[in-house]
């Protein structure tokens, strides 16, 4: 089964929330690859960036580790960030999901828009 979480964040640049989601979910024993990251012009002079991340379980060897998820981050000219991580939550424990929503919501919660 999917588990699916959206955020977005006002006054977060898309760099610093990659490096944040990529510490915690190293932090709770997720192993993060970055696979793409791009940067697009748009006809007002702005930039748009996207990054996408492959999350991967741990392994003592390489070729034993499952991909089961990943985030993507696009970043916008008007200072909003949104990003949405999709894992296989019977490779990623309930407990752990909470521990690390609750992990990024106290570092990241002040930038998070509600709706």
Same mark, same amino acid.
């Not at 392994?59 to 296989?88: C, W, Y």
């Given at each position: 089964? =999917?588990?699916?979480?959206?955020?977005?964040?006002?006054?977060?640049?898309?760099?610093?929330?990659? /490096? &944040? +989601?990529?510490?915690?979910?190293?932090?709770?024993?997720?192993?993060? +690859? &970055?696979? &793409? %990251?791009?940067?697009? =012009?748009?006809? %007002?002079?702005?930039?748009? @960036?996207?990054?996408?991340?492959?999350?991967?379980?741990? =392994?003592?060897?390489?070729?034993?580790?499952?991909?089961?998820?990943?985030?993507?981050?696009?970043?916008?000219?008007?200072?909003?960030?949104?990003?949405?991580? /999709?894992?296989? &939550?019977?490779?990623?424990?309930?407990?752990?999901?909470? =521990?690390?929503?609750? /992990?990024?919501?106290?570092?990241?919660? @002040?930038?998070?828009?509600?709706?």
């Amino acid at each position: 089964m =999917a588990i699916q979480i959206k955020k977005t964040y006002r006054g977060l640049s898309p760099g610093m929330l990659c /490096d &944040e +989601v990529r510490g915690l979910l190293q932090k709770h024993g997720i192993i993060v +690859v &970055e696979t &793409e %990251s791009q940067t697009y =012009a748009l006809p %007002s002079g702005d930039t748009q @960036s996207r990054t996408t991340l492959a999350l991967k379980t741990p =392994a003592e060897q390489e070729r034993n580790q499952k991909e089961f998820g990943s985030v993507h981050i696009l970043g916008s000219p008007q200072g909003e960030t949104k990003m949405l991580l /999709d894992m296989d &939550e019977t490779l990623f424990p309930q407990e752990k999901l909470s =521990a690390f929503q609750n /992990d990024l919501d106290f570092v990241l919660g @002040s930038y998070e828009i509600k709706w």
